[in-house]
């Protein structure tokens, strides 16, 4: 996104991963936010990021136990 939230080509690839806590919270703006690629607010998990020269290759990692979730990718780098 640029300055003003809009999507660009160029823009900045951001993750947020906010899997800690005692409850899981709601995702502000629900699951189909403008902008937003993917999110789920219904298992705790991890980012897996697998670092490339020019790219990385991402996934959400539920933990034992919780609901089944994945989310893979690549995004370049500059």
């Keep these: 996104m640029d ?8 823009g900045m690839t ?3 991963i906010g899997t800690g806590g005692s409850t899981y919270g709601e995702l502000p703006g629900g699951e189909t936010a ?4 993917a999110g789920q607010d219904r ?6 990021l697998t670092l ?4 990385a290759d991402y ?3 539920p933990a034992a136990g ?3 979730y994945s989310d893979p990718g690549t ?3 500059a």
């Design 43 to 48: 298992s705790y998990g991890v980012l897996k």
């Design 66 to 68: 919780e609901q089944p």
């Design 34 to 37: 403008a902008n937003r690629v």
């Design 14 to 16: 951001q993750f947020i």
């Design 52 to 55: 490339n020269e020019g790219s």
């Design 75 to 77: 995004v370049t780098c």
């Design 3 to 10: 300055a003003f939230g809009r999507v660009t080509q160029d």
């Design 59 to 61: 996934d959400f990692v």
